[in-house]
């Protein structure tokens, strides 16, 4: 059975850092990319961030670059998102997902960040 | 970064009627190895996002025949030929030709 599990959200103030991780199980997590997509309370959802499968290529929102870190280690079959910096418009559940361009649709059941002081 | 345009932003359909979703990109979403990256997801209240089409008409696996994707280029549609109880939510489109990524600012159905 296919698996990715987020962690890492919480309640955190303004300008502190979080890191999310995502752990993935049931599939071959080193030949896909993957992403983090957020959905803000109430709102639509938002491309966060993505990875190649190598980890050598990464891709960000204009939102979140300069901010946040993209990262994964093959060897345990995980990926991260380092928030610095943040703000209350970060607020959000963060999902990870694998590459929706291909065969295979794999979501998490997302992660709440809260930005708040 | 590509600009994805959703209409209508609410759509009321009648139970076994059709209903059709359109999707426009700014830049068109071929891509140089002849595929277009634009796909399809529905999500409900409280639940992740669950793609139903990719690859503009591919559908997954588990996706009633309902469903069905079309469109090339800068112009896209989802087609449900008979809406069922089930179908209520929203829908967004995304293109992954032009990383980053974005996705259409969603269509919410619902029951009239």
């Known amino acids: 059975e296919v698996q990715l599990l987020e962690s890492g959200g919480g309640l955190i103030q303004p300008g502190g850092s979080l890191r999310l991780s995502c752990a993935a199980s049931?599939?071959?997590?080193?030949?896909?990319?993957m992403l983090w997509v957020r959905q803000a309370p109430g709102e639509g959802l938002e491309f966060v961030s993505s990875i190649n499968p190598g980890g050598t290529e990464t891709s960000y929102a204009e939102s979140v670059k300069g901010r946040f870190t993209i990262s994964r280690d093959n060897s345990r079959d995980t990926f991260f998102l380092q928030m610095n910096s943040l703000r209350a418009d970060d607020t959000a559940v963060y999902f990870c997902a694998k590459d929706p361009n291909w065969q295979g649709d794999y979501w998490g059941r997302g992660t709440l960040v809260t930005v708040s002081s | 970064d590509v600009v994805m345009t959703q209409s209508p932003l609410s759509l009321p359909v009648t139970l076994g009627q059709p209903a059709s979703i359109s999707c426009r990109s700014s830049l068109s979403l071929l891509f140089r190895d002849g595929n277009t990256f634009l796909s399809w997801f529905h999500q409900r209240p409280g639940q992740s996002p669950r793609r139903l089409i990719y690859q503009v008409s591919i559908r997954d696996s588990g996706v009633p025949d309902r469903f069905s994707g079309s469109g090339s280029g800068t112009d896209f549609t989802l087609k449900i030929s008979r809406v069922e109880a089930d179908d209520v939510g929203v829908y967004y489109c995304?293109?992954?030709?032009?990383?980053?990524?974005?996705f259409g600012g969603g269509t919410k159905v619902e029951i009239k």
């Open positions: 995304m293109q992954g030709t032009h990383w980053p990524a974005t």
């Open positions: 049931g599939f071959t997590f080193s030949s896909h990319a």
